[in-house]
């Protein structure tokens, strides 16, 4: 199956500071997600991106499909931003999601 | 739109007990997918059910097993419940292969 790389895994930053997580993938794929995990566990949605940039405030993510990776972009870091950042690509033709092992991101007051 | 609900949020078993968790998905989608995170395993895909029916299964024993209802509610069940089981299992749900958003999770522990 396909395989889903994040890095880095950790990064710990200063408030303010701006960020850049990635995303690498093995295969094709026709979409991927970013998703916040917050301290209560849940998966909260980012970006729906299979390719191209987009931007949602301080957030962007962009996803170059035929190089099979994806970025995202944190800017103006904030306390609030800290916690485990996910990829996530379906299997071709189902619902089913692999997710990276995520990103820790702590951010320092 | 109401988000993807589960429930109960917290559960506390013993081994060889079993256990269910339910699901309701966003109005109007009808996959709803589970997944596991452990600590040492992240984010494993359990099974995906469309329209009562269940589309794909992940790498997990039998015991593992779920349903789908009508009106698109789903449950999963744990039989025989083992400490590894002890995880957060969160449930999914999207509108034909398209963005999934999920709910916010049953955290299950097995003492």
């Known amino acids: 199956g396909i395989q889903v790389e994040q890095s880095p895994p950790d990064l710990i930053l200063q408030e303010g500071a701006n960020s850049t997580l990635r995303c690498n993938f093995s295969d094709s794929v026709n979409n991927l997600q970013w998703f916040h995990q917050n301290p209560w566990g849940q998966l909260i949605n980012l970006f729906y991106i299979p390719s191209g940039t987009k931007q949602n405030g301080r957030l962007s993510a962009t996803t170059v499909a035929t190089e099979r990776y994806s970025l995202l972009y944190i800017s103006s870091s904030q306390t609030t931003d800290s916690g485990v950042y996910f990829c996530a690509v379906p299997n071709f033709g189902n619902e089913k999601l692999t997710f990276g092992t995520g990103t820790r991101l702590t951010i320092i007051p | 739109k109401a988000g993807v609900t589960q429930t109960p949020r917290y559960l506390i078993k013993t081994r060889g007990q079993q256990v269910t968790l339910s699901c309701s998905p966003i109005s109007g989608h009808r996959s709803v997918s589970w997944y596991q995170q452990t600590p040492g395993q992240g984010l494993q895909f359990l099974f995906e059910?469309?329209?009562?029916?269940?589309?794909n299964k992940g790498n997990f024993p039998g015991r593992f097993s779920g349903r789908q209802f009508s009106n698109s509610r789903s449950e999963m069940n744990v039989s025989t419940l083992e400490l590894g089981d002890s995880a957060l299992y969160l449930c999914a749900s999207s509108w034909y292969n398209n963005e999934q958003f999920f709910g916010p999770g049953t955290r299950l522990t097995v003492l």
């Open positions: 059910y469309f329209s009562e029916t269940q589309r």
